[in-house]
């Protein structure tokens, strides 16, 4: 029996070790070339057709690529998130490699209606009692919404779209700027009677940012004016870093804590498309309060707390400390900031746990068939270069 014994655990042994072997000849050959936008090309390219192919579809068929089991609101957030991360890729590839311009223009026009459609404003028109675009001249928030094809219309117009969406992109931008001026801290609920989510009103202000940068500065002001008070009134004592969540009282802005290292990062990435020098202070903190670089290079969720193994809603499964959303949207601050060894690990990290697979021309993690909105995140974070920024304060 005991012979019989060893000879299962020295199989066993040998079955873990040649899994491992495999996993990091894998991890190898998938980040081949990582580390210059011209290495890394091919396989920018193929997540980018694979990434067209389930997003430039119906809107319907959209929405049914995103998890049955996170529910209508969630669905129709996703698949809104996977057509702005989606536009953002594609702008940012048509900067990057200029001979895809042409098809990024027509992608993008593609998306851009579809996050017009009905199905796809469902969700919010759900939460707000109202559909956002027939009460865009009205006073309740819809910012989120109303920001993300706003930032889709701007980065269409960057590359060389045509005028298909001026008036649409107008009244959406008149309307987010007209709201937040007449708040009182600045800032807008994305639902009603919930916190104030950052990142969310930190679309607005890149929207609002590309607009004024095409429109003779209109609307720099507001965001001139968001940005200062940020750096003034709304960051977390103990980090330095700014916070994920305000909530409103008595006409002033609470901090709400915790401050959470998926929404951190996501603050930074969006801060270096409109304040860079704010957004390198942001990222020296973020790294500071986040990074861990035991067995491998990442970003944790929480700076004030272990957690090996767990479920946090906005950051998705954590293993060893770390946050899935918060490398992904790491990957966007270190690209946007030019720390490209921090980027290659992270994309390493990426591969480790998400696991590319390519077909006929196409590549993507395994993930994306149970998130695609994942897909489409990591791919807008790699090719958000420096050179691909609309503003530059």
């Given amino acids: 029996m005991r012979i019989r014994t060893k000879k299962i655990i020295v199989v066993c042994l040998l079955i873990v070790i040649a899994l491992i072997s495999i996993k990091v000849i894998w991890v190898r050959l998938a980040t081949n070339g990582h580390g210059s936008f011209e290495g890394e090309k091919k396989e920018i390219i193929r997540r980018a057709n694979y990434l067209t192919s ?32 989606t536009c953002a890729a594609l702008s940012n590839i048509a900067i990057l490699y200029p001979q895809n311009k042409d098809l990024s223009i027509k992608y993008i026009g593609q998306i851009i209606d579809i996050a017009m459609s009905e199905e796809i404003r469902e969700y919010d028109r759900m939460r707000w009692g109202e559909d956002p675009l027939d009460h865009i001249y009205g006073h309740q928030s819809h910012i989120s919404y109303y920001s993300h094809l706003a930032w889709m219309i701007s980065r269409y117009k960057q590359i060389g779209g045509d005028g298909k ?23 807008l609920p994305t639902y009603p009677e919930e916190n104030i989510y950052i990142p969310d009103m930190l679309v607005a202000i890149v929207a609002l940012s590309n ?14 004016r968001w940005i200062e008070r940020a750096r003034l009134e709304w960051i977390d004592q103990e980090t330095g870093l700014l916070a994920s969540f305000l909530e409103e009282e ?63 809603i906005d950051a998705g499964p954590i293993v060893f400390n770390l946050s899935p959303s918060g490398i992904a949207f790491a990957i966007g601050c270190a690209t946007s900031l030019d720390d490209m060894k921090f980027r290659k690990q992270l994309l390493r990290t990426a591969e480790i746990g998400g696991g590319t697979v390519s077909w006929l021309g196409s590549s993507h993690y395994l993930i994306a068939n149970l998130a695609l909105v994942g897909e489409a995140i990591l791919l807008a974070m790699r090719t958000s270069a420096p050179e691909t920024r609309m503003c530059n304060n």
């Avoid at 969406?165 to 800032?187: F, G, Q, V």
């Avoid at 004024?212 to 002001?221: F, I, L, T, V």
């Fill in 54 to 85: 389930k997003v430039a579809t119906t809107p319907q068929r959209l929405l049914d690529e995103m998890p049955n089991g996170i529910g209508t609101q969630f669905q129709g957030e996703w698949a809104l998130f996977s057509c702005s991360m």
């Fill in 250 to 312: 008595s006409g002033k802005a609470q901090i709400v804590l915790p401050v959470k290292g998926s929404y951190s990062a996501l603050n930074c990435y969006y801060l270096s498309l409109v304040a860079p020098k704010f957004a390198q202070e942001q990222y020296e903190l973020l790294k500071k309060n986040f990074r861990q670089d035991f067995l491998i290079a990442g970003l944790k969720e929480y700076h004030d707390r272990i957690c090996l193994l767990g479920m946090d």
């Fill in 211 to 224: 607009y004024a940068n095409q429109y003779e500065g209109r609307y720099k002001s507001t965001v001139d």
């Fill in 165 to 187: 969406y001026d008036d649409i992109y107008h009244s959406l931008c008149k309307a987010m700027n007209r709201r937040i001026t007449e708040s009182p801290i600045l800032n």
